[in-house]
């Protein structure tokens, strides 16, 4: 991440806690995440709130990719969602935040600030 | 929006007419029937409105609907669902429709028409559309109490009504529409009877042998059929209602009557006014279905042309395009007479006829076809060269209707002998391939649609039947062509190079059927494995639960072991059915429905522990909404503990099997139907499936428990069991078909074992057994050929395949609960225990539920 803003991280999981290619609902200190590990063992985070249904459903839906993005689908009404900028692929106008993650060790660390 | 949009047109209607009524001509269409609504179509289409008012004149209180397909109102009970009339469509400006409004009196002098009402409407063009009406034979008593005929919605509801109270019902008249007649009271549950002057059945359309066969097949199925049968009187009974007289101290008691003996067209407005008539009946009309007056046109089944009446819609349907097209002054098309050639269904049987069905052309020459233990009766009649067909029927197997209707519609000579046309091996019959059919072959004659205009569909983007049956109404009437639609679907979109694949998505290159394949033969057990040897990337939403499935059905690990587990969708992967809000709905199994007051009791306290929504489902038990993914564990470990096991409410796997109380309690039953729904729920719990499966079961006859609208439907009779299959409720509806009737206990397993693994075998993705029968090659036929006569020779393998899912069945709630690694996966955040902060519920009727939008933002503002 090339920003001039620190990042605050905060560790929130070991890693082995997300079990390869699905994720896990995180709690931050002001709204949730979508935590992902994929099958590759890369991680992801984005919003847990899906603006389609506005419930906290993200973390709870299926990986995989269309036409070589990697997305995740919303468990309720199925849009998918780009894991890397969290644009919605049916939806231009709708997209979901993205947080910086990293593993430090064990430990997954997202960034809050 | 559908309503808005119809109020806005209906104004604008009103204000255009104001604007120019003097140079507008005045229709009056007498009769809203099938022809009338089709009339109107093709004036509009041709721009006929901008240069006529159309006032039309329909005595029923529905506008047109599908007279032909009447008898589905039976099981759909939706009056809707037959209109014939698109939405919006009588709002165009130049249509006013007048229902329940019958005319009494044509006055042509001055061009006026009369109501039953009395309101006088004047004309420029009168179209007469009044169809016929039923002709009851003049019986003494024909017209007690209960005696009913069988034409209209309002007929069909007064038998329905009537049938409720009734335990016998007889048909007079064994022609196609009393066939289809008593097919329906036998669907009521009513013992049924025909009752045939003729010596045969279907008398018009076929012969004595097939009439004879039919005869046989429709006893079969348990109706009785009384040919040559005439009835003297009907007077009271002494067990029913009434009592038939057929002379010579034979009778038959009955509740119900329903009279089929063939129709009269309705002329007498025609016959009053002094238009000409002809000598049995029918308004005589020209080329241009003008009649007698040259400002009255006749369409449909009450005009004669040529000395014919045709009783069919097709004919009627070319008479109104016609017509609509002489009043715009078009002189094509004019009506030429038409085809009469006939296929249907009935009572499962398939009976067809096409031309000259009983060899009537002079030094014409016949072949047949008669396999008395199948069942099968086939016909060709030939030219006296044997060049060219002629005409044929069949009964007991229809398949090669369309073949014969094309080679006889279009004098395609014969590309081989007469009888082999109808040979028994289908493989060598020389076959009319779609490819071989000129463009001008009509190929729906219902609604008089070509070849040709299928490939200009095709070529404007049409690329699966239902797309064709939209844009050119191919097959969208009695259906008999849409094999044959497919066929030409098939072939152009070959031509164009169009290819019609059916891979699961992306990253396999596979249909599902081929993916079970892969599984089952490469002993594949995992995603990983079978993504590796014939996928590519990732996988996607699509392909890692149909895998995951497909894993299930072949081997039935437990779904949620680790190399599983990511497959699965948040449904599977937490055991219940996700709702709008993010919580989880819980369904214990109620093996048929069927609960004791203790266990009743236990859901009772479970809801209202945790406060759960509750209500009942029409699986026949119950459904709990509303608990948190956290609680979900705790919840069904109460319910566990208690003897409960999970419903699969959210798995693509059976869901519930439905049952009458039977035998058990029921004064009618004559079987345990729900210790058989039980049996059957527990041996295919579990089992995963490319879509969900329901069943039923039904003590008697009277079927109760709805089993013809299910996957498999099995009903008792005091023969054994009739097994159903591949019916369907929810959103497209479709009656189930007779598999095979009088099977012992074990027997009924067997099928039944034998069909769904058939099933998910070759089922594709998301695929319901009702579809999956439509797009089956060879339908219900070949069905019957694998399952009960196992032509492929895998009854074995398919028993066996079922054996080792059933032996492997778990309660996935109960190896879960047990499980403390599992049950650590159910947490909403996986670095807090707390519960998601975002749920807001409402109370409603003494219940909770998940607050809408608008109410959620107020309760957030009330807690913030
Ligand atoms: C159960 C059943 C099954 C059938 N199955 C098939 C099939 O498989 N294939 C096939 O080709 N055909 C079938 N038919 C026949 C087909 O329905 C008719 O050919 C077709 O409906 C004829 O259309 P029509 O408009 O001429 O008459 P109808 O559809 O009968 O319409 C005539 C309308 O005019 C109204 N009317 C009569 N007199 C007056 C008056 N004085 N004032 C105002 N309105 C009046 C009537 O109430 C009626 O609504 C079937 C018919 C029935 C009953
Ligand atoms: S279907 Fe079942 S409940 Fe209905 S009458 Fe027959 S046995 Fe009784
Ligand atoms: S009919 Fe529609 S609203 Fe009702 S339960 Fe089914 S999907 Fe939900």
Not at chain 2, 426 to 453: R, T
Request: proline residues 3%; contains cysteine; negative net charge.
């Amino acid at each position: 991440m090339n920003s001039s803003v620190t990042l605050e991280w905060k560790a929130v999981c070991k890693v082995d806690e997300i079990l390869p290619g699905t994720g896990v609902g995180v709690r931050l200190p002001e709204g949730q995440a979508a935590l992902f590990r994929t099958r590759d063992g890369q991680l992801h985070a984005l919003d847990n709130m899906d603006p389609f249904s506005r419930a906290n459903v993200i973390s709870r839906g299926l990986l995989g990719s269309l036409g070589g993005t990697r997305v995740v689908a919303s468990p309720l009404y199925k849009q998918h969602f780009c894991l890397e900028t969290g644009k919605c692929l049916e939806d231009e106008t709708v997209s979901l935040t993205v947080y910086p993650v990293r593993q430090r060790g064990e430990l997954v660390e997202v960034a809050v600030g | 929006m559908g309503f808005a949009f119809t109020l806005f047109n209906s104004w604008q209607a009103e204000t255009v007419k104001g604007d120019i009524p003097m140079t507008k001509q005045k229709v009056l269409l007498v009769g809203h029937g099938m022809v009338g609504q089709r009339f109107l179509e093709a004036l509009a289409d041709r721009g006929g409105l901008d240069h006529y008012d159309v006032t039309i004149l329909c005595a029923e209180s529905r506008p047109a609907y599908d007279r032909v397909g009447l008898t589905r109102y039976f099981t759909e009970r939706d009056a809707d669902a037959l209109s014939l009339v698109p939405d919006g469509f009588m709002a165009q400006p130049g249509l006013t429709l007048k229902l329940s409004t019958r005319v009494r009196e044509i006055d042509r002098h001055a061009r006026v028409v009369i109501t039953e009402a009395g309101e006088r409407l004047d004309y420029d063009k009168l179209v007469l559309a009044t169809g016929s009406y039923p002709f009851v034979p003049p019986i003494d008593g024909n017209d007690r109490p209960n005696c009913f005929v069988y034409r209209t919605l309002d007929d069909l509801d007064e038998i329905i009504a009537a049938a409720d109270q009734a335990r016998i019902g007889t048909v007079v008249g064994g022609g196609l529409l009393g066939l289809e007649a008593a097919k329906a009271l036998h669907d009521l549950g009513l013992e049924t009877h025909v009752v045939e002057f003729a010596p045969r059945l279907m008398a018009v359309q076929v012969d004595d042998l097939g009439g004879g066969l039919l005869k046989d097949k429709i006893q079969a199925l348990g109706v009785t059929v009384h040919t040559n049968t005439g009835t003297r009187a009907i007077v009271d009974g002494e067990q029913h209602r009434h009592r038939m007289d057929f002379g010579e101290d034979r009778h038959l008691e009955t509740d119900i009557i329903v009279f089929s003996a063939g129709i009269r067209p309705e002329d007498s407005l025609a016959r009053a006014c002094g238009l000409e008539l002809g000598e049995r009946g029918g308004v005589v009309i020209d080329d241009y279905c003008v009649t007698s007056d040259p400002d009255i046109f006749a369409i449909g089944e009450v005009a004669l042309w040529q000395g014919r009446i045709f009783g069919l819609v097709a004919p009627g349907y070319q008479m109104a395009e016609t017509a609509a097209a002489r009043l715009c002054a078009d002189s094509e098309p004019s009506f030429q007479g038409a085809d009469m050639s006939t296929k249907l269904k009935l009572m499962g049987v398939d009976v067809a006829s096409v031309g000259d069905a009983h060899g009537q052309t002079p030094g014409a020459r016949s072949a047949v076809f008669f396999d008395q233990s199948t069942g099968v009766y086939k016909k060709v009649v030939v030219s006296e060269c044997g060049r060219k067909l002629l005409g044929a029927v069949l009964v007991g197997d229809a398949n090669d209707y369309g073949n014969l209707l094309q080679l006889c519609l279009n004098q395609i000579d014969l590309p081989g002998e007469a009888a082999a046309l109808i040979a028994p091996a289908a493989g060598d019959a020389p076959m009319l391939g779609a490819d071989a059919l000129p463009d001008s072959a009509q190929i729906c004659s219902c609604n008089n649609v070509s070849k040709g205009a299928l490939c200009a569909a095709i070529d404007d983007g049409a690329t699966t039947v239902g797309d064709l049956k939209a844009c050119t109404k191919a097959s969208a009437t009695c259906g008999g062509c849409a094999a044959l639609v497919k066929q030409v679907l098939d072939s152009e979109l070959a031509k164009r190079g169009v290819e019609v694949n059916n891979h699961v998505c992306e990253h396999f290159p596979y249909s599902r059927q081929e993916i079970y394949h892969l599984v089952r033969v490469g002993e594949i057990k995992t995603f990983d494995e079978l993504l590796e040897k014939h996928g590519s990337g990732d996988g996607c939403d699509i392909c890692k639960p149909l895998a995951a499935s497909v894993l299930a059905s072949c081997w039935n690990d437990y779904v949620l072991s680790k190399p599983h587990a990511s497959l699965q969708d948040t449904n599977d992967y937490f055991l219940g059915n996700m709702q709008r809000d993010g919580t989880y709905s819980i369904v214990p199994r109620v093996p048929g429905g069927e609960i004791t007051p203790d266990k009743l009791i236990v859901l009772g306290e479970v809801a209202k522990k945790y406060d759960l929504y509750t209500k009942i489902t029409g699986g026949q038990r119950v459904d709990l909404f509303g608990a948190r993914v956290e609680q979900l564990p705790e919840i069904w470990k109460i319910l566990v503990d208690a003897g409960f096991e999970t419903g699969h409410a959210y798995g693509k796997s059976l869901r519930t099997v439905k049952s009458c109380v039977g035998s058990t309690w029921c004064r009618y039953g004559v079987k345990d139907s729900v210790g058989t729904a039980i049996q059957v729920e527990d041996r295919y719990k579990g089992l995963r499936s490319p879509h969900k499966i329901k069943m039923a079961v039904s003590g008697c006859t009277r079927e109760c428990a709805e089993a013809q609208s299910k996957d498999v439907g099995v009903i008792a009779t005091d023969k054994g069991w009739n097994l159903y299959v591949c019916g369907n409720g929810g959103m497209r509806p479709r009656h189930a078909d007779l598999l095979v009737s009088d099977l012992s206990d074990q027997q009924l397993i067997r099928t039944i074992d034998r069909f769904l693994m058939f099933y998910i075998r070759t089922a594709d993705r998301l695929q319901r057994t009702s579809v999956w029968l439509e797009n089956l090659e060879g339908g219900l036929d070949y069905l019957k050929q694998v399952i009960l006569d196992d032509s492929l020779g895998i009854g074995d393998e398919l028993e066996a395949q079922m054996q080792q899912v059933i032996d492997t069945y778990q309660c996935e709630w109960k190896t879960t609960v047990e499980d403390p690694q599992a049950v650590k996966r159910f947490k909403h955040f996986v670095n807090d225990d707390v519960a998601d902060d975002n749920l807001h519920y409402v109370r409603e009727r003494g219940q909770r539920r998940p607050a809408y939008e608008h109410e959620r933002i107020e309760l957030v503002q009330q807690e913030g």
